[in-house]
């Protein structure tokens, strides 16, 4: 894969700054793959040029602080961003209407999940803070803990597979098959807790 060689590349040179920045311009919706930065920051990592569980720590900065960004533009700038031509030009009418008609649907569960939809990340994030219906705070919430899952899977797979080209492109590709089952996993398990305190409430 092309753009996982010159990451690593990239990576090697400039240190945890570039996986920082590179992340944090995955947040503003350009078109790098964040799982592919992720796996080159841990490949960099297994060949000694970083520490993988500081690695960890860079990725879940980058990603956090580039995913604020979209949050707080929204915030701050409400819906004259979509005026701007790189904002019109991510946020259709179309695609906004979208965003819309999913946070009425689902509610601020829609933010969890977006961490796990490449291309829909960064509208569902910049339509969350100009709607103004979730505090900063509990949004940051949300999207960390949703972090916390696909995070150090995509940095401990470049770490293992560092000296293992073959291995590492063939879990580069499960990858994302094994982000979505541990998070059905995770929400199995909220479902099971949600229902057993709604059980308990009614029995009181």
Known sequence: ???????????????YLAVFSVLLICGFGIPIPEDVSLVAGGVISGLGYAHVHTMFAVGMAGVLVG??????????????????????RMMTPERYEAVQDKFERYGNRVLFVARFLPGLRAPIYLTAGMSCRISYLRFLLLDGFAAL????IWVYLGYYGASNHQWLMTWLGRGQVAIFALLGLVLLFVLCWYLKQKRAKKNC
Do not use: A
Request: hydrophobic fraction near 40%.
């Open 1 to 15: 894969m092309d753009i996982l060689q010159s990451l690593i590349g990239i990576f090697t040179d400039y240190g």
């Open 67 to 88: 995913d604020s960004c979209m949050f707080l533009l929204g915030r701050y700038f409400g819906t004259t961003l979509l005026e701007h031509r790189y904002f019109k």
């Open 149 to 152: 899952i696909s995070v150090p």
